[in-house]
């Protein structure tokens, strides 16, 4: 027997209903946006992460060499490689460009429940859109894709990084000590870096900030806190709060948050975070925000904003929270009795399958007790008796599974009756 390798997953038929379920909600929200599908390669070359993230994310890779000698890895997120497509070719398309993409992710991480090696991300970007719009459109799409995925206990965090950054006003590589140890909530770490800056008594304002979470009225009480700092931010978040009520997002789907920091050093604006409470430790579902990356990869400086939802994630809350349609049902099974009518049987079972209908046929040669087993083990609707007696007379047997009522039916009219 071979294992899986540690931190991936397989996923059963069950899973999988509950898997598509919510990646197409997301499909379907995201194109009623007016998103467009993209997709790239699961591996890239190496130094394109790099690039973005510093060389200290090869740790976090699943980093290889290929036959040919060159460096690559496993995507760990999807941005990276939509910004470096938008750079090389789709930056001739008209914009604003609003793209989306789901797919498989890899991250050398410590696998825990919710947390793998290999997963899935629900991806959506809007590049050279005005930022207080475009903000407010990938929001909406955040916060309208948990509504249809039917989640009820999520909340959007906003917290702006322009807000921070004014007000540690440090050399770029302090200011990221800085706002990774605000991101890990490590105020001793913050502490300590603020003492060797000589800005000690950032401290405790910094710590009252990042406690701050509620309605617009919480802008007020961290201007407070920061005096003159961040000015413009609060403005932006206020006007951000005025367009999100306008897409009908009701005020309690959000609360804003000065302690969102999203750890990673190229967001500039406005960022994100969605939890869903019910998931224990892992129960981050989603994150994004407004970021300066189209430069690196060569790109003219354009807004960009855009998110990430971790659809094994949301699936697990679907779950939780009793969300999930289930699949539809197989319509028909059919019943071959004697192998004298399974060609006509084949003949109708193709005719119901070009019709529309999900239809299925005995593989086995099973008695029909035993197929009536299995048809009511496969959840089938109905199970269609063929025998050669009744196929002579132009007639089957339609048995309706949950009651167990047989009828005749003329074979001009089974599809009909599978409407029922
Ligand atoms: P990030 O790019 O880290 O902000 O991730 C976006 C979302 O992807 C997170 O909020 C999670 O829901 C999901 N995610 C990230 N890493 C993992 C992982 N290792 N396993 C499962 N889901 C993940």
């Not at 991101?183 to 770490?189: A, C, F, Q, S, Y």
């Not at 193709?350 to 046929?361: H, K, M, N, P, Q």
């Amino acid at each position: 027997m071979f294992e899986r390798p540690r931190g991936t997953n397989d996923w059963g038929p069950e899973d999988m209903t509950k898997r598509r379920f919510v990646e197409s909600r997301f499909i379907q929200r995201a194109e009623s946006f007016g998103f467009r599908e993209v997709s790239t390669p699961t591996f890239e070359s190496l130094d394109l992460f790099t690039a973005k993230s510093g060389p200290a994310i090869v740790r976090e890779l699943y980093a290889f060499k290929d036959q040919g000698g060159r460096d690559l890895a496993l995507r760990p997120e999807f941005t990276t490689s939509i910004l470096r497509f938008y750079a090389s070719s789709l930056r001739s398309l008209p914009k604003p460009l609003k793209v989306y993409m789901t797919g498989n992710a890899f991250r050398y991480e410590e696998p825990q429940k919710g947390r793998y090696r290999e997963f899935h991300q629900l991806n959506a970007e809007i590049l050279g859109g005005a930022p207080l719009s475009s903000d407010a459109e990938v929001l909406a799409l955040a916060i309208e894709t948990m509504r249809a995925i039917g989640l009820k206990q999520v909340k959007a965090r906003i917290g702006h990084l322009g807000i921070l950054r004014s007000f540690l006003p440090f050399k770029p590589a302090d200011q990221a000590i800085l706002l990774h140890a605000l991101d890990k909530r490590n105020l001793e770490m913050l502490d300590a870096e603020l003492a060797r800056l000589g800005q000690k008594d950032l401290s405790a304002p910094l710590g009252e900030l990042i406690q701050l979470s509620g309605d617009v009225s919480v802008l007020k009480e961290a201007e407070k806190v920061l005096g003159r700092a961040g000015k413009e931010g609060f403005g932006y978040l206020r006007d951000l709060a005025g367009l999100l009520a306008a897409y009908g997002i009701s005020a309690s789907d959000f609360a804003f948050d000065m302690g969102v920091v999203r750890g990673l050093d190229y967001y500039t604006g406005m960022v994100f975070e969605i939890d869903s409470p019910n998931l224990g430790a892992e129960k981050q579902v989603g994150g994004g925000g407004a970021y300066d990356l189209a430069e690196i990869f060569g790109g003219e400086p354009i807004a960009q904003t855009g998110f990430a939802l971790g659809l094994d994630r949301l699936a697990m809350a679907a779950e939780a929270e009793g969300t999930i349609e289930p699949s539809r049902p197989l319509d028909a099974y059919i019943v071959p009795i004697g192998d004298a009518a399974r060609t006509k049987a084949v003949q109708i079972l193709t005719s119901l399958r070009e019709a529309g209908f999900g239809v299925d046929i005995d593989l086995v040669g099973r008695g029909p007790s035993k197929n009536l087993d299995y048809a009511n083990a496969i959840g089938a609707r109905y199970a269609v008796l063929l025998g050669e007696r009744e196929l002579k007379a132009g007639h089957a047997t339609v048995r309706e599974m949950a009651t167990g009522v047989q009828r005749e039916i003329a074979l001009a009219d089974l599809a009909d009756s599978l409407l029922g």
